[in-house]
């Protein structure tokens, strides 16, 4: 059983910067690939990135492509989401997940083996 604490989430302003990290426990991570979702109220829980199991390979919403950046560190057992240039409309409940022997290209939750609890971004207009 897989293991996923998301943090760094929080309250920034429209423009600014806001990194994620999610750290995972229980399992081999480097048999994972890993992806990042998010939630906003009422909606549904969608795809925002993607990264293969060695973090050769990237993918990303057309929404957030040029603006965030996802990465992993197989050494640390992690995988982190740079987000920058937010808008309001990034504003969500942000989940990571992993996906055993995943390419990274899967955008659908259902795909996913484990999910961590989220972490709220709020982006202030």
């Known amino acids: 059983q897989v293991q996923l604490v998301e943090s760094g989430g929080g309250l920034v302003q429209a423009g600014g910067p806001l990194r994620l990290s999610c750290v995972a426990s229980?399992?081999?991570?480097?048999?994972?690939?890993m992806g990042w979702f998010r939630q906003a109220p009422g909606k549904e829980r969608d795809f925002v990135a993607g990264v293969s199991q060695k973090g050769a390979n990237t993918f990303y919403a057309d929404s957030v492509k040029g603006r965030f950046t996802i990465s992993r560190d197989n050494a640390k057992n992690a995988v982190y989401l740079q987000m920058n240039s937010l808008k309001p409309e990034d504003t969500a409940v942000y989940y990571c997940?992993?996906?055993?022997?995943?390419?990274?290209?899967?955008?659908?939750?259902?795909?996913?083996?484990?999910w961590g609890q989220g972490t709220q971004v709020t982006v202030s207009s």
């Open positions: 229980g399992g081999t991570f480097r048999f994972y690939s």
């Open positions: 997940a992993s996906r055993l022997l995943g390419s990274g290209s899967e955008t659908v939750k259902d795909q996913y083996n484990f």
